[in-house]
């Protein structure tokens, strides 16, 4: 059941990442200009660089971790729930120690990077919990 759950919540951060990417590629909207602070000194120089790259990373990586959750049903799922979380929140943290700044979305990032995280160690613990005690019964019932 939590693998499922970790499973669907790595789909919906796929379908999430394609969305943002796709709504940044047409450069309409807030993403017609490229902030010019941040050329230079961010490692993209414009939205379309930002907007392949997180569908890439962030899309494709969440569809294969939803794709592997989905059908191999394998514990080690959470490992590469902690893996993206881990760099879901790197990313985050970027613009704040290149720009010394705070946007918006970066909250948001946050919160799903933590949710991401929490969801892997709650995984690996409730593994290693439940491994524990399989293995507690086979020596009480030898």
């Given at each position: 059941m939590l693998i499922k759950l970790v499973s669907t919540f790595h789909l919906a951060l796929s379908?999430?990442?394609?969305f943002a990417g796709i709504s940044m590629?047409?450069?309409?909207?807030?993403?017609?200009?490229?902030?010019?602070e941040w050329v230079g000194i961010m490692p993209f120089s414009s939205w379309t660089a930002l907007a392949v790259f997180g569908m890439m990373v962030f899309g494709v990586g969440n569809a294969?971790?939803?794709?592997?959750?989905?059908?191999?049903?394998?514990?080690?799922?959470?490992?590469?729930?902690?893996s993206l979380g881990i760099l879901l929140f790197c990313s985050a943290a970027m613009p704040i120690v290149l720009l010394g700044d705070w946007y918006?979305?970066?909250?948001?990032f946050f919160a799903l990077s933590f949710m991401q995280i929490s969801f892997g160690l709650f995984g690996m613990f409730y593994k290693h919990k439940a491994k524990a005690a399989s293995s507690r019964s086979q020596k009480l019932t030898h």
């Open positions: 379908v999430g990442a394609f590629l047409p450069g309409m909207g807030i993403f017609v200009e490229f902030p010019p294969i971790a939803a794709l592997y959750g989905f059908t191999k049903k394998n514990p080690k799922l959470f490992l590469f729930t902690i918006l979305p970066l909250v948001y």
